[in-house]
């Protein structure tokens, strides 16, 4: 059957949104009929120059779409994916930090921010759904229920070690101790495997989500990968040890890292790429299991970060919640059915955008708060009529909260309360204590020459006004500017 026929049975079938034309995973058949699958894989500090060292990633590439301004709405664990799950950014979910009055679990689930979200959309939708590895902070296996939405709950609480954890899994509690076969990644991608399988014989489209904790710290990585990539260093890029001209007062007053800092960083940073080998596999595996169900040319597969990491940049030890790019910028990266091989998209997007994206795909209503918009169209290589010009940021600091575990080490930068706005061409900050940054990245690349006090008035109000707008808005359309 020619492309275009086959392409528009499939789009009456599925009843989506301008998203089942089919574009087969290369040397992958494409399932005829019936709604994609969505497998998304969500790192956890995942930092763009960690890239390099996910050849699976690096081939969903070269096969699919990558986002080159893809931004968190806050570089923070628990309110970014608080976004991604309802598709709204921090003052619209009541989710800022990880913990306490304004943040954590305890905040969405008080809320009610579980009760519409991706997984519930999708179940409606007939899709069988699973969740693996790491929900949100302060959930706890033991004590906590399955939210709605889910079919498949296999979700860890302080799985930050990888070993030594409890899983949930779908509301029987199991203790993981200290054995390889024990490590957390290999665990999902084991059950992700059998889901998939599963899921696939009973003809019933799926969407999974695995939320890794790696690469987060203390950064274990599997055991067969202790040794791997011997005298590996940190990137040591123009913003290494180096202070961006009139930083704002948290940062100002940074001296050069030590040496002893140096070594640590490089540690670190070597711990990390070891780290990221398991998830690496766990999505070959993944890629495995949907060849082997005869699957893959229906599967869209999304990977991506729920933040960024910064080490050494701007003076500053291992950390994020910051508004530089070397936090906020993450990867997004998708193949499947539809989705324009090798290309690159400009547009800035968010990860609120991820669940209208997975609705559309699926053929489901996207509720009216939903702040973000559907990527579909950027996927199939199709420019919306209209888009939004900037992404938001907002985040609560500085945290002092000593149960939380992003919690900033000393000289790794904890920045007051701020709300940013990112396009493609700058950046732009505002502070709680009115410090102000303004980067052009289009000659300032690296974010070093903070050229706010001297930005034209109209040019100053403009950014004041957007931002202002942008930290007020409520649904897609009014988020859109």
Not at 366 to 376: I, M
Request: with cysteine.
């Amino acid at each position: 059957m020619p492309q275009r026929a086959r392409s528009l049975l499939i789009s009456l079938l599925a009843l989506t949104v301008a998203s089942t034309a089919v574009a087969c995973v290369p040397g992958q058949p494409a399932a005829a009929g019936g709604k994609p699958n969505i497998v998304l894989v969500l790192t956890d500090d995942l930092s763009m120059n960690l890239l390099p060292y996910l050849p699976h990633v690096q081939e969903m590439a070269r096969n699919g779409t990558s986002f080159a301004n893809y931004t968190v709405t806050d570089s923070l664990c628990c309110p970014s994916r608080s976004s991604l799950f309802t598709g709204m950014v921090p003052h619209d979910t009541g989710v800022f930090t990880n913990g306490g009055e304004d943040g954590g679990y305890r905040v969405f689930h008080g809320r009610g921010d579980d009760k519409s979200t991706y997984a519930t959309s999708l179940q409606q939708a007939g899709y069988r759904t699973a969740m693996m590895g790491k929900y949100l902070n302060g959930y706890q296996p033991k004590s906590d229920g399955i939210p709605p939405g889910w079919n498949e709950w296999d979700v860890a609480g302080n799985g930050y070690r990888e070993f030594d954890y409890d899983l949930n899994e779908n509301g029987t509690v199991k203790h993981y101790g200290k054995k390889p076969e024990d490590y957390l990644v290999d665990v999902m991608a084991d059950k992700a495997a059998r889901f998939v399988a599963s899921s696939a014989a009973d003809h019933t489209p799926f969407a999974m989500e695995l939320a890794t904790f790696a690469p987060h710290g203390p950064y274990t990585p599997a055991p067969r990968d202790a040794d791997a990539f011997p005298g590996l260093t940190a990137p040591r890029g123009p913003a290494y040890d180096t202070l961006p001209s009139s930083p704002p007062s948290w940062l100002a007053s940074r001296t050069p890292l030590t040496d002893r800092e140096k070594q640590t960083i490089d540690k670190d940073f070597r711990k990390r790429a070891q780290a990221v080998q398991s998830v690496d596999k766990m999505i070959g595996t993944v890629q495995a299991a949907l060849d082997k169900a005869g699957v893959r040319g229906n599967t869209d597969l999304v990977f991506t970060s729920d933040n960024g990491y910064h080490m050494g940049e701007y003076r500053l030890t291992p950390g994020k919640q910051t508004a530089f790019d070397t936090d906020v910028h993450v990867p997004l990266i998708v193949t499947g059915p539809g989705v324009k091989a090798g290309a690159t998209v400009d547009q800035p997007a968010e990860n609120i955008d991820l669940r209208p994206t997975f609705e559309a795909l699926a053929g489901a209503p996207t509720p009216a708060p939903v702040d973000g918009e559907s990527l579909v169209p950027l996927l199939n290589g199709t420019a919306p009529p209209a888009w939004r010009t900037v992404g938001l940021v907002e985040h609560h600091g500085p945290d002092f909260d000593k149960n939380d575990p992003d919690k900033p080490a000393k000289n790794s930068g904890n920045p007051t309360t701020y709300e940013a706005i990112r396009s493609t061409a700058y950046t732009y900050v505002e502070y709680a204590d009115g410090a102000k940054e303004y980067y052009d990245r289009t000659t300032d690349p690296q974010e070093l020459h903070n050229t706010a006090a001297q930005l034209p008035p109209d040019k100053a109000r403009q950014l004041h006004d957007t931002l202002r707008a942008m930290a007020s808005c409520h649904g897609a359309a009014a988020c859109r500017h």
